[in-house]
């Protein structure tokens, strides 16, 4: 495998059970030190794809490397290593409701680490600092906002300088300076500690700005994926659908149901 | 021949045993992890600390009180029915008795499932639900080594002590109405409680029960939290499920310790 993908996904399927294919051969690489997004529309099985990435399930057919191991054959040991040098931003944050917002950031720098306290103090600054909160350290989670404590899951997420950080609908449910700083913060904290980022979303506007690469999935199967600009230029009438946010076309509008006519009794 | 409703009612039946049969293998297996996690807690015992006082110190008022009321209703009612037989004297032996063979365990586990139980199952249920488990996983961190063991054992610990605590509350109770109130003669009431309550016999056997409700009360509460869908009805369900199965398995429990314990007496 070329050393210079993280991730690579190869000929991937997934099914909760056989009869409903979550996902259908996907293929995917994702070099290191980019930005890459999944998007699709919800139930498309993006975030399955990235549950898939950290090893949460094993894929039905196909294979999941990352860092050059295959995730899925990871015994339970493996995969915690591995994970060590991942972060997840969960997509409403997922802060430890008991902890302070220091002690949520320190939570696994303790607990993989012997670092005295002084020195986890600073860490926790310095990663407070990066997202503007280092003010808020003393709050308690249910003291934040929504988008203060997605900047805090975010600390949190980098505290250990993470290979891989991975994104699960960042910008869901953000007003637009929040929405802002997060989108801003996926980017600088990617180049900073020299990460690669995966996002997962369908708010199109934001990722296109940030991301280097797309993937788009939709029911499950690899459609599309291209730059940002080959998708905005695109004329496959699901991606265009989707990038501008069209109300009607391969995605109808309409649940699938019987004729409106026979429905009102008219026929 | 059969009709369908018939068919799909034995389906569902079918449907229901095995259901019943895979939670029960799932919360056996959960059981034997949180045990196998247990090192994680007796490593970091601030982890199990933190909790007894959670579960623990959290829970003494209700039983303090609880074992109080009850012990002066004993008094109450023993010296009633003692008085008939003219032996009001043996009040004490009533009292003590019934609290540490019985009441104390049995009731004091029934508040600790309601007051402690409850609770976990709503936290733990709710931090499923709101992907903390999840995020903990996700930093390489076990829940169940983390978040469960530690309640487990904190469980296990405070309830006997909380029964002990239930027990001698109540035996001051009896105390109050009995000698304070109604005048039983105060050194027959203690000498006699004395001579018949038996280390071995009462009070060993009452804190052998308290213990098994502990590892019971707590091990349903802790899988019910774990295993709540991630909804609102989900830890909802899971919570009301917690107080009535745990209050199911201390009376069934109890029958088959008491029979064990006692049959040759």
Do not use: C
Request: glycine share 10%; proline share 4%; aromatic share 8%.
């Amino acid at each position: 495998m070329a050393a210079d993908n993280l991730v690579e996904i190869s000929g991937v399927s997934y099914a909760y059970d056989k009869r409903h294919p979550v996902l259908t051969g996907i293929d995917m690489v994702i070099p290191r030190g980019q930005v890459v997004a999944i998007m699709g529309i919800s139930g498309s099985g993006k975030t399955t794809l990235l549950r898939l990435i950290a090893g949460w399930f094993k894929p039905t057919r196909g294979s999941v490397r990352v860092n050059g191991q295959l995730i899925h054959e990871l015994d339970h040991e493996g995969l915690y290593r591995m994970r060590r040098r991942m972060g997840m931003l969960f997509q409403f944050g997922a802060l430890f409701t008991d902890l302070s917002v220091f002690d949520n950031v320190a939570f696994q720098i303790r607990e993989h680490t012997d670092l005295p306290e002084a020195m986890i103090r600073d860490i926790v600054m310095m990663k407070l600092q990066a997202v503007g909160l280092r003010g808020a350290h003393a709050l308690m989670p249910s003291e934040l906002s929504g988008g203060m404590a997605r900047r805090v899951a975010l600390a949190r997420a980098t505290a250990l300088d993470p290979m891989l950080i991975m994104y699960d609908e960042p910008f869901t449910g953000l007003d637009p300076i929040s929405l802002g700083v997060i989108r801003n913060l996926v980017k600088k904290l990617n180049d900073a500690l020299g990460s690669t980022s995966i996002v997962v979303t369908h708010d199109v506007q934001e990722a296109l700005d940030i991301v280097d690469y797309v993937y788009y999935l939709s029911e499950g199967v690899m459609v599309a994926h291209g730059t940002p600009e080959q998708m905005r230029a695109s004329k496959d009438p699901l991606v265009h659908q989707f990038v501008w946010g069209e109300a009607d076309g391969p995605v109808a509008f309409q649940y699938p149901s019987r004729n409106f006519s026979e429905e009102l009794g008219l026929v | 021949m059969f009709n369908r409703g018939a068919i799909i009612n034995v389906r569902n039946v079918g449907h229901r045993a095995i259901d019943s049969v895979l939670r029960l293998g799932y919360a056996a297996r959960f059981f034997a992890l949180t045990l196998a996690h247990s090192g994680t807690s007796f490593r970091r015992p601030r982890l199990i600390v933190r909790e007894l006082y959670f579960t623990g110190v959290l829970s003494m008022i209700i039983i303090l009180v609880s074992g109080l009321f009850v012990g002066m209703v004993l008094g109450f009612q023993g010296y009633q029915t003692l008085k008939t037989y003219g032996s009001e004297s043996a009040l004490g032996i009533l009292v003590a008795l019934s609290l540490v063979r019985e009441l104390g365990p049995v009731v004091s586990a029934l508040l600790f499932a309601s007051r402690a139980g409850s609770a976990m199952t709503a936290e733990i249920g709710l931090m499923k639900a709101t992907e903390q488990l999840s995020a903990m996983e996700m930093m390489a961190v076990d829940p169940i080594a983390r978040v469960v063991a530690p309640r487990f054992w904190a469980g296990v610990i405070s309830m006997p002590l909380l029964a002990a605590m239930f027990s001698a509350m109540g035996v001051y109770g009896g105390y109050l109405i009995g000698v304070v109130v109604i005048g039983v003669d105060e050194g027959s009431f203690w000498a006699q409680m004395q001579s018949a309550v038996d280390f071995r016999e009462d009070i060993v056997n009452g804190v052998i029960k308290s213990i098994v409700f502990g590892i019971a009360v707590t091990w349903i509460a802790l899988f019910e939290g774990y295993d709540a869908p991630p909804t609102a009805e989900g830890v909802s369900g899971a919570t009301t499920r917690t107080v009535v199965t745990s209050s199911l398995a201390i009376l069934g429990l109890d029958f088959i310790l008491t029979a064990l314990m006692f049959r040759g007496i």
